[in-house]
């Protein structure tokens, strides 16, 4: 047997609907950017070690960058160098990460804020209504 949903409840369930797609749309890109977050961490991990280990050298070690199958030759000051713009540069990037997380979390929040409002007007609604019905 087919229950009959009162247009106004219908639509404000469609609101709903609708609020519950984009906080999920929300959810996955946050997910993602959380997942790139991770991965800057790492880098940056890795990075410092390398950075540290190269202030311990001693004077006239050698330096080899892997390129490829091929361990090529590089300056001690340069790979001080590109290590620390390495850094500088993946520090920039996990802040940039951590603002747009922040800014997905706020969208959720409000997104959520809006369906638990719809929720709570639908109920009043239905409550409206079968009252409605029981008065006739």
Avoid: W
């Avoid at 219908?10 to 890109?29: D, F, S, T, W």
């Avoid at 390398?50 to 091929?70: C, M, N, S």
């Amino acid at each position: 047997m087919a229950v009959a949903i009162h247009p106004d409840i219908r639509a404000m369930y469609e609101e709903v609907q609708k609020h519950l797609a984009e906080m999920k749309g929300l959810q996955q890109k946050k997910s993602k950017c959380v997942e790139s977050r991770h991965q800057l961490e790492s880098q940056k991990t890795e990075n410092e070690l390398v950075r540290e280990e190269l202030y311990h050298l001693e004077d006239g070690a050698g330096v080899y960058k892997l390129i490829g199958p091929v361990l090529v030759s590089q300056d001690a000051s340069d790979a001080k160098m590109i290590v620390e713009k390495r850094l500088e540069y993946i520090t920039g990037e996990m802040k940039r990460t951590d603002v747009t997380i922040d800014d997905f979390e706020k969208k959720e929040e409000s997104e959520r804020i809006k369906i638990i409002d719809l929720q709570r007007r639908m109920q009043e609604r239905q409550n409206q209504i079968v009252a409605a019905q029981q008065r006739q």
